[in-house]
């Protein structure tokens, strides 16, 4: 059987990646199975709603500029409970305090 990742190593495109953590935001982008750019990592300002998501384009706009300015597709990573199908992701206290 065929290693189901493997299509991935020959694909060309390149996905901007983000790794949201309570305390910090972890920017990098990856093609071909591989990281392609450096990881850049923010602090997540859950104190403020409107810094957080300013962190949150900054470090996608950084990431993009040291990839050539290329990319296919947005990947986000947060942690804690989701509804997938109702588009929710829970209750995120230390990224954006209430």
Do not use: H
């Amino acid at each position: 059987m065929a290693d189901p990742t493997s299509r991935f190593a020959q694909d060309p495109r390149t996905v901007l990646t983000l790794d949201a953590g309570g305390t910090n935001l972890t920017f990098s982008a990856i093609a071909g199975n591989r990281e392609v750019a450096d990881p850049i990592t923010l602090p997540a300002r859950g104190d403020d709603l409107g810094a957080c998501l300013g962190q949150i384009v900054e470090g996608f706009s950084r990431v993009w500029r040291a990839t050539g300015g290329g990319a296919a597709a947005l990947s986000f990573a947060f942690p804690g409970p989701a509804d997938y199908p109702a588009g929710i992701i829970g209750d995120l206290p230390k990224i954006v305090k209430k």
